[in-house]
């Protein structure tokens, strides 16, 4: 089994008895909702916040478009937070203050979302055409007890066809509470190494690391973060598994600039001399 935060697992007890929170609010949703809303608006930004980490990104990355997929459940979507407070929202201010100035997070989370809807709506986002898509899923298979092998099967396929329409992922890790049974635990939990090992795919540990379980971060129900908790979900699990990505794409877009350059000289040259 996975090890939890000393946090997290001090309050265990608590999760474990509001877990059926979670089945009448907003993550037990049925998830076969309209995908008319899978994909919503992008998000406005707020005041940006800066950390000593923020550098400056070069000319190229603030003129390329930059998309970004936030695909999950409730916990993308942001349930109990206003929309400017969910981190799909916070994450596009923190982008666009440290210089990806035409950078857009999508928010496509839904409430009660499980792998099975996910993967079922894939051919709806995936319109959006991500450069980088943030994928957290899972949890609510885990609260219904939904075969881990099934899990892991939906989110092999939704890695994969991501990536064949180009985007490079990012699979966020979940950990469940124990009174769901250690065995169930400690398999659901394996999930996500094994995922990004074998499909090369990046991976944030534990999307929730610092916040789960704390209840100074997190909304009444124990589950869903605060503004606060998202806050930190974004500067300290997500931008430092993202940054370097973003990186790599800022890299390929000047490269791909400079080709360009290139072949255009010399079919001008090409033109002159014949």
Known sequence: MMNLSIRFARHLPTLAILTAVMALGGCQK?????????????????????????QPATSTAQQAPLTILALGDS??????????????????????????????????????ETSTGLVNRLDWVLQTKPDVTILTIGANDAIRGIDVATVEANIRTA????????SI???????????????????FAAIYPRVAKDMNVTLIPFF?????????????????????GYEIIVNDNILPILEPKLKELRTADADNTT?????????NTTNETT
């Open 208 to 228: 929730l690391d610092g916040v789960g379980g704390d209840p100074a971060l997190n909304q009444a129900d124990a589950i869903h973060p605060t503004k606060e």
């Open 30 to 54: 049925p998830s076969e909702r309209s995908t008319d809303n899978g994909i919503q608006n992008s998000t406005q930004t707020a005041e940006p916040q800066t950390t000593k980490s923020e």
């Open 75 to 112: 916990l993308t979507e942001g349930l109990g937070v206003d929309k400017d407070d969910n981190y799909p929202a916070q994450l596009e201010d923190r982008l666009q203050a440290m210089g990806y100035d035409n950078a857009k997070v999508i928010n496509s989370g839904l409430s009660g």
């Open 159 to 166: 890695v994969k066809r991501l990536q064949d329409n180009g």
């Open 169 to 187: 992922v990012i699979l966020g890790g979940m950990q469940i509470y124990d009174n769901l049974g250690s065995e169930y635990v400690k398999s």
């Open 259 to 267: 080709e360009n350059a290139k072949d255009e000289t010399t079919k």
